[in-house]
């Protein structure tokens, strides 16, 4: 704290002392006070510079060993659909058939756990030690990948109602891996809350998605050829079995079992005294925590709603894909990775300098960015560079609302109600989601490209009028509000 002239200390002086001696006295006051100012000033800066950028969550060990197995566990979950396609295409596709039916249902069995099972896999990580689901849900998604080979080779031949029964295993496996994703969701975010200091959630939230947007491309970039090579190697070693991509999806998730079985989650054994609560009791619980708590159910709206026109930019991007002269429909990947690209580095960004603002500003200025790239779809629709560097801005913009919102949640929602809430908040997106996936092609055929994204992009900014609105009319604001 600075101190003004006037508040400078002058101690009592004795008009009997003479002057000579009564000055070093002074000067030596006021030099005290003039160096402990000094020395706060400094100490205030270097704690700023200390919160600021990656370096004090990479510092963390317990954050770095449940990174690291982030970094397998993503790279094996946007793997796996590759893997499911190769898989199909191989044993099941009949040739000039297409592979659209097949993969639609395997799409619907990984999402059918998502939109049944979120909430209540959240209640049980609130009873479970946070260790133990992370290891053994990924522990378990090996094994099940594992298994696929020999579950084809038993069922060789096989068909049932006209469908190969090894496919209906696929199905099968597919829905068990989707569930136990559905408990290491929130248990990943409950655990993130408890090894990370509050100050530095944003900072970890930020590596964390990007490094969900860097699987995400890798994996769908280069997850075809990988799997190819792994194949090949296994020949090379002699065994005819073309194995080898299921060995390193499933070694990918089980490598992370093994890394996470090193982490410490701090978390103690408690035990409660008589019988638990059901777990219907423990859903209602969590929704009506969040129908108390203006903050938190503001942040889930708007991520809801991000998620959303998400999900109908995917259907989208196809239709921008065919009318962009140079472009395919076939080839929309582009326009998604730009996206993903864009997320990513608006996700680095966010990791180095977002503590400087607000949340709620980071929130405001990305949701202005996100609609003001669906309007400049709009405008310039079958411009390629324009469009591609708009998908790059939508994602970037896309990360200064998801990171700040899922860090005010982390932050404002104690321990006992973390997985409750975070299971909600999965299920909730999950079925969001489903509704621009359905609606999103009819929408466009009735009203056309350019005022699907003029509507998408008012949805954006009159979410963001709501929330603020709800927000406001609450109780008091911390400075890190939505």
């Known amino acids: ?54 370096l004090p969550v990479l510092k963390n060990g317990n954050f770095l060993i449940l990174w690291s197995g982030q970094v397998f566990s993503q790279l094996a979950d946007k793997v796996y659909l590759v893997l499911m396609i190769a898989i199909i295409a191989t044993n099941f596709q009949s040739e000039n058939q297409s592979i659209s039916g097949w993969v639609s249902a395997i799409m619907m069995a990984f999402t059918i756990p998502a939109v049944l099972f979120g909430s209540l896999a959240g209640v049980f990580v609130d009873r479970w030690p946070k260790k133990g689901v992370l290891v053994a849900s990924n522990l378990l998604r090996g094994i099940l990948v594992w298994g696929v080979p020999f579950m084809l080779w038993v069922s060789k031949g096989l068909n049932l109602a006209g469908l190969p029964v090894g496919f209906y295993m ?37 590596l964390y998605t990007t490094t969900m947007m860097g699987s995400l491309i890798i994996g769908f970039a280069v997850g075809e050829p ?103 429909a076939s ?20 990791g180095h300098f977002g503590q400087r603002f607000s949340h709620s500003r980071l929130s405001l200025y990305g949701s202005l960015g996100v609609a003001g790239s669906l309007v400049g779809f709009a405008v310039f629709t079958h411009q390629l560079w324009i469009c591609l560097l708009l998908t790059a801005l939508m994602g970037a913009s896309a990360a200064m609302v998801a990171i700040p919102m899922q860090t005010t949640i982390q932050a404002e929602t104690p321990e006992e109600m973390r997985g409750k809430v975070f299971g909600l908040q999965n299920n909730a997106i999950n079925i969001a989601m489903t509704l621009p996936l359905a609606l999103t092609g009819v929408a466009e055929t009735f009203l056309g490209l350019r005022a699907v994204f003029l509507c998408m992009a008012a949805i954006v900014l009159a979410g963001r009028l709501f929330t603020w609105y709800i927000c406001r009319t609450g109780s008091s604001m911390s400075s890190k509000t939505i």
């Open 1 to 54: 704290m600075r101190l003004s002239e006037s508040e400078q200390v002058t101690p009592y002086i004795d008009p009997k002392v003479h002057a000579d001696e009564t000055e070093p006295l002074i000067s030596d006051v006021n030099g005290f006070l003039q160096a402990s100012r000094a020395a706060a000033s400094s100490e205030g800066e270097t704690s700023q510079q200390e919160t600021l950028g990656f």
């Open 170 to 206: 696929l199905l099968a496996v597919t829905i068990l891996v989707s569930t136990l994703t559905q408990f290491f969701a929130p248990a990943e975010q409950v655990t993130i809350s408890m090894i990370v200091e509050k100050r530095h959630l944003l900072s970890a939230n930020s």
């Open 226 to 328: 990988v799997l190819v090579l792994a194949d090949n190697l296994v020949q090379m070693l002699g065994i005819e079995w073309r194995i080898g991509k299921e060995l390193l999806v499933g070694g990918a998730y089980v490598l992370a079992g093994l890394l996470l079985m090193l982490l410490n989650t701090r978390q103690a054994n408690s035990t409660t005294e008589g019988e638990a609560p059901h777990v219907l009791q423990d859903i209602r619980d969590g929704i009506d925590y969040l129908s108390k708590h203006r903050r938190i159910r503001g942040a889930l709206i708007q991520m809801i709603i991000l998620f959303s026109i998400f999900a109908a930019m995917t259907v989208l991007a196809v239709r921008l894909a065919e009318v962009i002269p140079g472009l395919k």
């Open 331 to 350: 080839q929309f990947g582009f326009l998604l990775a730009s996206g993903g690209a864009g997320m990513g580095f608006g996700a680095a960004m966010l």
